[in-house]
């Protein structure tokens, strides 16, 4: 059974930045493709940013130009560049996976969350 651990939260004024790390363990195959999700006190849960194991990416409008995605195979692990933050990036961010030996047989994984707070 796999396990997704992420890492890298924690409270920045607004302009700062954070990255945030989401690493795979306890399979024996490989992250697929993966995402960053958010889910703000009160509201559902959103994308942030996806990647596709063929290195696709798609981006919220809300992060486009702020945030990068990005994956190291080697490492199993995927990360987000947070940059420019805002009070309105305040969530828990989840990492989510698609782990198998290919991207026709994966099991999907969601981590535990990470907490973001900027403060204004």
């Known amino acids: 059974q796999a396990q997704l651990a992420e890492s890298g939260g924690g409270l920045v004024q607004a302009g700062g930045s954070l990255t945030l790390s989401c690493v795979a363990s306890g399979s024996p195959f490989s992250i697929q493709s993966m995402g960053w999700y958010k889910q703000a006190p009160g509201k559902q849960r959103e994308l942030v940013a996806t990647i596709t194991n063929r290195g696709s990416i798609n981006y919220a409008d809300s992060a486009r130009g702020r945030f990068t995605i990005a994956r190291d195979n080697n490492k199993n692990a995927g990360y987000l560049q947070m940059n420019s933050l805002k009070p309105e990036d305040t969530a828990v961010y989840y990492c989510?996976?698609?782990?198998?030996?290919?991207?026709?047989?994966?099991?999907?994984?969601w981590g535990q969350g990470t907490q973001v707070t900027v403060s204004s």
């Open positions: 989510n996976a698609d782990i198998g030996p290919n991207a026709d047989y994966v099991l999907h994984y």
